[in-house]
């Protein structure tokens, strides 16, 4: 079973590369097909397939099979779920913000 942290770090994972990172900004304009990824990014297949794997176990990017064609789109679900964890981790907890764990005399 995966923990919390596991899941974050996947998301994280997914934009840690510069790939990765071409491979987002290609989606934004929409369902793309591996070919044309691989045209756009001039990487092989395996290249590909690999950063592919990642994008897609993170939730970020989804995939659907059309003959011998994977095509890729980014996911609603994923993306909001990437923007809740990034606010989760860097905004300041309310609760315990006047809660300071150092005392200065």
Same mark, same amino acid.
């Given at each position: 079973?995966?923990? &919390?942290?596991?899941?974050?770090?996947? +998301?994280?994972?997914?934009?840690?590369?510069?790939?990765? =990172?071409? &491979? =987002?900004?290609?989606?934004? #304009?929409?369902?793309?097909?591996?070919?044309k990824l691989l045209e756009d990014l001039d990487i092989g297949?395996?290249?590909?397939?690999?950063?592919?794997?990642?994008?897609?176990?993170?939730?970020?990017?989804?995939?659907? $099979?059309?003959?011998?064609?994977?095509?890729?789109?980014?996911? $609603?679900? #994923?993306?909001?779920?990437? +923007?809740? +964890?990034?606010?989760?981790? &860097?905004?300041?907890?309310? &609760?315990?913000?006047?809660?300071k764990s150092c005392k200065m005399l």
């Amino acid at each position: 079973m995966n923990t &919390i942290y596991e899941n974050y770090a996947r +998301v994280f994972k997914a934009f840690c590369d510069e790939k990765r =990172l071409r &491979i =987002l900004e290609l989606l934004r #304009g929409g369902e793309k097909c591996a070919c044309k990824l691989l045209e756009d990014l001039d990487i092989g297949q395996s290249s590909l397939s690999y950063h592919m794997k990642i994008l897609v176990e993170s939730g970020i990017v989804k995939s659907r $099979q059309e003959g011998k064609w994977t095509y890729y789109t980014i996911s $609603q679900e #994923g993306s909001d779920y990437a +923007v809740d +964890v990034l606010k989760t981790l &860097i905004m300041p907890d309310k &609760i315990n913000a006047n809660n300071k764990s150092c005392k200065m005399l």
